[in-house]
């Protein structure tokens, strides 16, 4: 039994402003009303005062399987037991072997060996330190500029941060730019007026291969790409597009690093989405988040043989990839993916997953008859719904309404939580939901986005 403890609101809010938050606006330090989450079971959290909310994001794209499984809460428990911890360096523990053998056996071929991290920031900044190292061993120094895209999320560690494409995260952060090249945004959404789909798509795979070719080939080390964007707001590029740029890649030996930290695990009914979803075969894959569904922080930089065979024979002995974590391998951690992994497999989430996540796209798409919907996307069980006041594809950064604050606060009152970024509503559920449930959460998001709708038009911003 879990302890049945009080909770007051006002007296955790108070120590929480002494918690500097992800993003936090320093100068309103102090003055935030966070609600605080103290539950969660299934699809849904607890807060504070009691309050029950269906969670749309499943925490921040990760708790795939559920809150509050029991199974998982004792592996982690046994394994903290058994071991809590032993150096990754020249000694390793059961769990993290048992882990890079599964991971070996459930990624596509040829992703046989992996390197463990302590969540996405640090799984990408691994893979582009390594696509590094990689050149260097290989006698090619100079070719080390990496390639990422506008409206992408990597991370929050340096290189991770400077390859992320979202404008207003850059504006008081320093980030590395003289290696590090953004292409535009591949988001059919935005694409100029009268532009089809395909020439859409031809012109953004163009993109890459122009600037690899500006730059030369011989000083591209990499192109990294989340499979969707989703941070940047479920941005689904059109159909060809990933195998396009994996093609241009292969063409110019410049890595693929597929950036599964969201897609992964299951959120488009598949443990990695690169192959069974937009089929590619990548060089590299990053993944955390679901890998535990958030019970343990961890992450994985997959690397393909291919990739790692390159790198053998006498020639570059003594090449060492100095690179790792304290908690790489972190044993409690792999034991609560281990767990994870199981429960995946034998409640059968990822054939769930594919079934229900066609119903929540279909039942998504039924909010576009509300007028200040602009754009309803996703696939799979992430999906965005982006609100344009004026209908006609403005900027979202540009927009001052904070529709999607708006959003986020009604449905909230209502009882689901969304993400709100700009004028979007960002949904990504557990993968456990059911189609009732997923009927609940549409319900409550169309009052939520009615009523911010009757908001902006009774404070006069719009007047549809
Ligand atoms: C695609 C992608 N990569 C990397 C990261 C960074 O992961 P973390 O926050 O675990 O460091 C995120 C986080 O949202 C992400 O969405």
Redo the contacts with the bound molecule.
């Keep these: 039994m879990i302890p049945n403890i009080e909770f007051d609101t006002k007296d955790l809010r108070a120590k929480d402003n002494r918690w500097i938050h992800?993003w936090e606006e320093i100068a309103r330090l102090g003055e935030q009303k966070r609600t605080v989450i103290t539950h969660g079971e299934g699809v849904y959290v607890t807060d504070s005062d009691g309050n029950r909310l269906l969670d749309g994001p499943a925490g921040?794209?990760?708790v795939n399987i559920g809150h509050g499984r029991r199974e998982i809460a004792d592996a982690i428990a046994e394994q903290a037991l058994r071991l809590s911890f032993f150096s990754p360096w020249s000694l390793s523990n059961a769990p993290a072997a048992e882990l890079a053998d599964k991971l070996a056996s459930i990624a596509p071929d040829g992703f046989e060996h992996v390197f463990f991290t302590?969540?996405?920031?640090?799984?990408?900044d691994s893979a582009l330190r390594f696509a590094m190292f990689f050149n260097n061993v290989l006698g090619r120094p100079e070719k080390k500029h990496i390639l990422s895209r506008h409206d992408?999320?990597?991370?929050?560690?340096y290189l991770?941060a400077s390859c992320s494409g979202k404008a207003g995260d850059k504006k008081f952060m320093e980030m590395e730019n003289d290696f590090i090249h953004l292409l535009p945004s591949p988001n059919p959404f935005r694409r100029p007026e009268g532009m089809s789909i395909e020439d859409f798509c031809t012109a953004k795979i163009g993109d890459l291969e122009a600037k690899i070719l500006e730059l030369g080939p011989a000083r591209v080390a990499a192109f990294i790409a989340?499979p969707i964007?989703?941070?940047g707001g479920v941005i689904v590029p059109p159909e060809g597009y990933q195998a396009g740029c994996l093609e241009v890649c292969r063409r110019h030996d410049v890595l693929y690093i597929s950036?599964?930290?969201?897609?992964g695990f299951g959120r488009l009914g598949h443990f990695f989405a690169s192959k069974d979803v937009f089929g590619i075969d990548a060089d590299i894959i990053?993944c955390?988040?679901g890998l535990t569904s958030g019970y343990q922080?961890l992450?994985a930089t997959l690397i393909h043989d291919r990739v790692l065979s390159r790198l053998s024979g006498a020639e570059v002995e003594g090449a060492v990839f100095s690179s790792g974590f304290t908690y790489s391998g972190h044993p409690v951690a792999c034991a609560a993916a281990l767990k994870n992994i199981e429960i995946i497999e034998r409640e059968n989430l990822l054939e769930h997953a594919r079934e229900v996540g066609a119903y929540f796209q279909a039942r998504l798409r039924e909010l576009n008859d509300i007028p200040i919907v602009g754009d309803v996307r996703g696939l799979g069980l992430m999906a965005c719904v982006e609100c344009t006041l004026s209908n006609d594809g403005e900027d979202p950064s540009a927009l001052n309404a904070r529709i999607g604050d708006r959003i986020d606060a009604h449905c909230q009152e209502l009882g689901l939580l969304v993400r709100p970024m700009y004028n979007m509503s960002v949904m990504s559920p557990p993968l456990t939901i059911t189609r009732e449930q997923i009927d609940e959460m549409v319900d409550i998001l169309r009052r939520g986005i009615e009523r911010a709708m009757e908001d902006v038009r009774r404070e006069g911003i719009w007047n549809g």
Excluded at 152 to 157: D, K, N
Excluded at 259 to 263: A, K, N, S, Y
């Design positions: 992800p921040m794209w990760c302590t969540g996405g920031s640090t799984a990408v992408a999320y990597h991370g929050s560690t991770a989340e964007l989703a941070s950036d599964e930290v969201v897609t990053t955390a988040k922080p992450g």
